[in-house]
Structure formats: structure tokens, C-alpha cells
């Protein structure tokens, strides 16, 4: 049996990196970011990839029904049974779509949906903090106040309906994530590990 955990949070929220710490740590745990995912897919060269080049190339957006295939093929072909995806869902669509299938998964369950809480204060100091710190050539394209707003505003919108399925459900975690590094790395892992 396969143990999913979402970890969902703002930009700027550190979700992919407290994730992959984990999983670095942890052999008995992999992590997988969407973004990754979707890349890694288009490299294998298979048909489903070649499909999502053609969305990507064009800079359109990836359909929900490809995220989720691919979503359900990579945690049906990760190399242990526990997995962290960070980014999924940013939309209620997406978590509906992906509830479904769970529903008639045998192989997969998902144990938690992680919530990296920051203020959009904190959120914001880091992305531009980011930008900031950033070596030439390191600069990251959405790494700018207006780019900032939009971001924030596409994961804020659903969130309350995403956060209200996922307590009725008795799914959701919420870790704060506007300390150090290492306190908020040490939660999530602990609750991951408790709960595998």
C-alpha cells in the first residue's frame, strides 16, 4: 500500500524544501514536487510526455487529467510506499479529481494533507528575499512583487474550500511555517514518520 502526503502552502512557504530534506533523509521515503513530475514525464519520452510537451512548449496550461495521470503513475512507480507531494492541489478541481480516483485506488491512500501556513507578509519578505539573494544567472522569472500577488492570490483562493474538505475529511495537518528551517522540518518529519 502506497502513503501519499500533500503538502500544500504559499510561495515562499519552504514546502518543497522541508519535503525534500525529508525524503533525503529518509530512504523509506521519496518527495515529488507537480513541476518535477510533469518534466520528468516529457525526459522519459513516452507518449503521455510527449502529450504534456505539447501544453508545455505552447506555455499553455497542463490539462487536469494528464496532472492526475501522471500524479497516479508516479506514486504507483515510486521505489518505496511513502511519498510527499508538495504543490497539489491548487485548485478545488484538482483536489476533487484526485479524491475520486483515491476512492477507487486499492494500491494508494492518502494519509495527510500538509499545510505549510505563512502570512503573506512572511511569504512575500522570502520570495523578494529570494530575488534579492539570487547570483546571476540563479534568478528565478516569477521572483517579483506583481508575480507575487498573482501566485498568491491563484493558492489563496481555493484555499479555504480546500482546507474545509480536507478537515471534514480529518485529513488536514497544519504546521507553522514562519519559524527556522530546522523546527519546521522536524514536525513534518516527525508527523510523516508517525503516521507510515
Sequence with gaps: MKKLFLIIGAPGSGKTTDASIIAGKNDNIVHYSTGDMLREEVASGSELGQTID????????????IIIDTIISAIKQAPVDNILIDGYPRSVEQMTALDELLEKEDEITLVSTIEVRVSEEVAKDRILGRAADAKPGEERSDDSVEVFYDRMKIYTDPLAEIQTFYTNKNLLTVINGERELDPIVAEMEAFVKENI
Excluded at 505539447?54 to 487529467?65: M, Q, T
Design 54 to 65: 505539447g501544453f508545455i512548449s505552447k506555455g499553455a496550461l497542463v490539462p487536469l487529467n
